[in-house]
Nanobody, 124 residues
Framework: QLQLVESGGGLVQPGGSLRLSCAAS????????VGWFRQAPGKEREGVSC????????FNADAVHGRFAISRDNAKNTVYLEMNSLKPEDTAVYYC?????????????????WGQGTQVTVSS
């Protein structure tokens, strides 16, 4: 069974950092593009960061550019989202997703497999 499990969310003060993990089971995540998405209460899901399986390129949304970074650890079949300089507006449920085409995009409809999400709350 193909499964993605996110972890690492929690409560953090503004300016703080968190590292989210997206662990895959049942398939080799290295061959999939992986995206991180988030959804805040009352808002639509938005793409945050993605990494291509074809050339390893990464892309971040403007809202997180320079603060968030996505990376892979193929030995652990896991993708990470390093989040720094967190702001209250980063508060959301964060989801990882996998796209078998291998192309990294921030279009949710391109992703076939999704995790259950992890809550990130930025508040003092």
């Amino acid at each position: 069974q193909l499964q993605l499990v996110e972890s690492g969310g929690g409560l953090v003060q503004p300016g703080g950092s968190l590292r989210l993990s997206c662990a895959a089971s049942g398939f080799t995540l290295e061959y999939y593009a992986v995206g991180w998405f988030r959804q805040a209460p009352g808002k639509e899901r938005e793409g945050v960061s993605c990494i291509s399986a074809r050339d390893g390129s990464t892309f971040n949304a403007d809202a997180v550019h320079g603060r968030f970074a996505i990376s892979r650890d193929n030995a652990k079949n896991t993708v990470y989202l390093e989040m720094n300089s967190l702001k209250p507006e980063d508060t959301a449920v964060y989801y990882c997703a996998a796209d078998p085409s291998g192309w990294g995009t921030l279009t949710a409809g391109n992703y076939d497999y999704w995790g259950q999400g992890t809550q990130v709350t930025v508040s003092s």
